[in-house]
């Protein structure tokens, strides 16, 4: 049996970084398709960084504060750092920095980013208090390719959860996590079907 290839992928986090963990762990896999060239951090501090390093991966930190509002020159370096490493898909978990269309363009169809609600709904920060706040009974989580507009993009994936009475951002928070754990290493996976062109995804939605 011949070993499978494995598609190397790079990760951007700011933080936590359980999604990432979350890869780290499907990696892990034999028959997983991909492997992780590089994790890639804006904050030197990120507590995924160690989480990285202790699984034996190759890091990163860009500190964005050296670029001062020169965002685009702080993404050249991150481009430069995932050519490097000879990344083909890049998955943002946790990244917390807006993207200029320099980076958007570059990955355009290989770039993933994981958002906690059902979008189009609830783009952007604070989306559990807002979701709370709204009234809906589902909520959830999305993975989608990244664009130019943030969290907007063709969808690769969603899964939904109720919202139950007594939530609170932080238990409703904490039931889509574990959702994300599922939906991010599937969608990856749906991506790098081979043969699949990554846009050729958008049209067939994933619910974990
Ligand atoms: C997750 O909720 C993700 O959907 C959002 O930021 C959070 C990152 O958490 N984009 P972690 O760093 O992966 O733990």
């Known amino acids: 049996m011949t070993a ?17 963990g979350a890869l780290i762990a499907a990696c892990a896999a034999p028959d997983y398709p991909a492997r992780i060239a590089i994790v890639i951090s804006n904050n030197p501090d990120a507590p995924g960084l160690e989480t990285a390093r202790a699984a034996g991966l190759a ?29 083909e898909v890049v998955c943002l978990a946790g990244y917390m920095r807006l993207l200029t269309p320099f980076l958007t363009q570059a990955w355009a169809g290989r770039m993933l980013n994981i958002h906690p609600s059902l979008l189009p709904s609830f783009p952007g920060l604070h989306t559990h208090e807002r ?10 989580c999305t993975v989608h390719l990244v664009t130019e507009v943030m969290d ?27 959702q994300e754990h599922l939906l991010y290493p599937a969608a990856l996976r749906r991506v790098l079907r081979p043969g699949t062109h990554p846009e050729a995804t958008a049209d067939a939605l994933l619910c974990v």
């Not at 499978?4 to 990432?20: D, E």
Request: glycine fraction near 12%; proline fraction near 5%; hydrophobic fraction near 40%.
């Open 152 to 178: 907007e993009g063709p969808i690769i994936g969603q899964a939904a959860v109720p919202v139950l009475s007594g939530d609170t951002p932080d238990s409703l928070a904490a039931r889509i996590l574990t």
């Open 4 to 20: 499978m290839t494995k598609r190397p992928i790079g990760i951007l986090i700011s933080g936590r970084g359980s999604n990432m």
């Open 131 to 140: 979701a709370l706040q709204a009234g809906v009974r589902l909520h959830g």
């Open 59 to 87: 890091t990163k930190a860009i500190d964005h504060r050296t670029f001062g509002r020169e965002r685009a020159a702080h993404e050249r370096v991150i481009d430069a750092a995932l050519r490097d490493a000879g990344v």
